[in-house]
């Protein structure tokens, strides 16, 4: 979907913890929790809480909660709520640290959680047309912005564009349900201004979506988000969710492994995942700059049906997940709606897969497929029609490279 020649190929280096621009740093331990008969997961919360009320160091870190080698029980969720906290185990492997979720419950094990406060300043139109892969944008007035602004830049979904890409109804008759809609496909970008020249920004990451002024353009709003939480992680450990093993499909355990709201600049590194329903890695809308690396999600137990095993999952931007493998996933390596790029999966395998790997909600752009191999099933990018709750268009100015899989599709949408 490159369109006309001024657009031009998505940057992806800048996915992942500090736009790539920085290696994952090492907390110092502040707790070592040791493990104990029974339930440890009030105690591993009150460390966790208890480092993030420690004063942050030059890095923005605060510190490492620590668990030892062997079992650790958790009856409830764990939750990363302060900028600076990290969790760490003693390794992934079989003398290392394994924390098992017990209970019925569903829920997400290990739950990092910003606060939803972001409010935004004045916006800005855009003047001129801008590329697919552009970083610099040129505004009606942007005396009020400076270097350093965090700010928010949206494409908006004009009814003319959706009928110009033939996404106004789905069947032949004239009486079928309009699905895609006006205003429910917005892309907004999350970003850092590097430089302003008179009314010209140059921002940190590249666009992954033109903005067309026939097609409604675009505007720039400065933000601040006191409560979205930085620099956290959950590393070096093994994740178990414990089922019911007399009933192999059993969904009445945890359903998520880690999940992300509200978060920038975190990782998930070196932690193994066992038995889980939904995803081993969910990061959700509200996130940017994570990077999941070297993890393996393995014997999940659920139903083989929606919204199951989607293994590998972002809704976020500029997330980067690097040699991590999956067992027996439907979405093993997936996108969700309107996820704005880049976001990369770079050296990663799926075996026995499911389902097809690819972007599974509307619109997602700018997502690489970088030597990443699906074997028993395929990776696509481009239409699924009514698939995936009608899901239309997935995915746009997207790339595939030295990938394999048992059927590879990648469509490319119309130019409006």
Same mark, same amino acid.
Not at 137 to 162: C, K, N, Q, Y
Not at 271 to 296: K, L
């Given at each position: ?32 929790? *040791? ?5 440890? =997961? ?25 668990l ?13 709520? &302060?900028s ?5 185990g003693?390794?992934? =492997?079989?003398n ?27 916006s ?7 590329p ?33 890409? $033939?996404?106004?109804?789905f ?14 496909l917005d ?6 201004i ?18 067309d ?33 007399? &009933? *192999? ?13 509200q ?25 940017s ?10 014997e999940?137990v659920s ?6 095993? &989607?293994t ?5 931007q ?9 067992e027996?996933g ?6 969700? &709606?309107?996820?704005p ?24 752009? $700018? ?10 099933? =395929?990776?696509r990018?481009?239409y699924?029609?009514?698939e995936?709750?009608?899901? $239309? ?9 030295q ?11 119309p130019?409006?």
């Amino acid at each position: 979907y490159v369109g006309d020649q001024s657009n031009g190929l998505v940057d992806f280096s800048c996915a992942g913890y500090a736009a790539n621009e920085r290696a994952i740093p090492d907390a110092h331990v502040r707790v070592v929790v *040791p493990n104990t008969d029974g339930d440890d =997961g009030v105690r591993i919360q009150a460390a966790l809480d208890y480092v993030g009320s420690l004063a942050p160091g030059a890095e923005g870190l605060r510190g490492a909660v620590l668990l030892r080698p062997g079992d650790y029980e958790v009856s409830g969720q764990l939750t990363v709520k &302060h900028s600076g906290v990290v969790l760490r185990g003693s390794g992934p =492997g079989e003398n290392g640290t394994r924390l098992i979720a017990t209970g019925r419950k569903r829920r997400s094990l290990i739950r990092v959680l910003g606060q939803d406060n972001k409010t935004l300043g004045t916006s800005s139109r855009l003047q001129v047309h801008v590329p697919t892969g552009a970083s610099t944008l040129e505004l009606a007035d942007a005396s009020h912005l400076r270097p350093g602004d965090r700010i928010m830049v949206t494409r908006p979904s004009t009814e003319d564009w959706v009928v110009a890409i $033939g996404m106004s109804r789905f069947w032949v008759t004239e009486k079928a349900p309009r699905i895609w809609k006006a205003g429910e496909l917005d892309i907004t970008w999350d970003r850092t201004i590097q430089a302003v020249e008179r009314n010209t920004i140059t921002l940190d990451a590249p666009l992954s979506m033109n903005l067309d002024p026939d097609w409604g353009g675009g505007n720039v709003a400065p933000y601040i988000w006191p409560g979205r939480i930085t620099q956290v992680g959950v590393e070096n450990l093994q994740l178990v969710s414990a089922y019911d093993m007399e &009933h *192999p499909k059993d969904e009445d355990h945890v359903w998520m492994g880690v999940t992300m709201e509200q978060v920038r600049d975190a990782w998930v590194r070196s932690v193994t995942f066992r038995h889980f329903i939904g995803s081993a890695v969910s990061i959700w809308e509200s996130c940017s700059r994570v990077t999941v690396a070297d993890c393996m999600s393995l014997e999940p137990v659920s139903e083989n049906g929606g919204w199951r095993r &989607h293994t590998f999952f972002t809704a976020g931007q500029q997330t980067l997940f690097l040699r991590c493998y999956s067992e027996q996933g439907r979405h093993d390596f997936s996108v969700g &709606h309107c996820a704005p790029g880049p976001n990369a999966f770079v050296h990663c395998d799926a075996r026995m897969a499911l389902d097809d790997s690819g972007p599974i909600g509307v619109w997602a752009t $700018g997502v690489l497929y970088d030597n990443v191999n699906i074997d028993g099933d =395929g990776l696509r990018q481009g239409y699924r029609c009514t698939e995936l709750q009608f899901g $239309g268009w997935t995915a746009a100015n997207c790339m595939q490279w030295q990938c394999t899989a048992a059927h590879i599709d990648c469509y490319s949408p119309p130019k409006p």
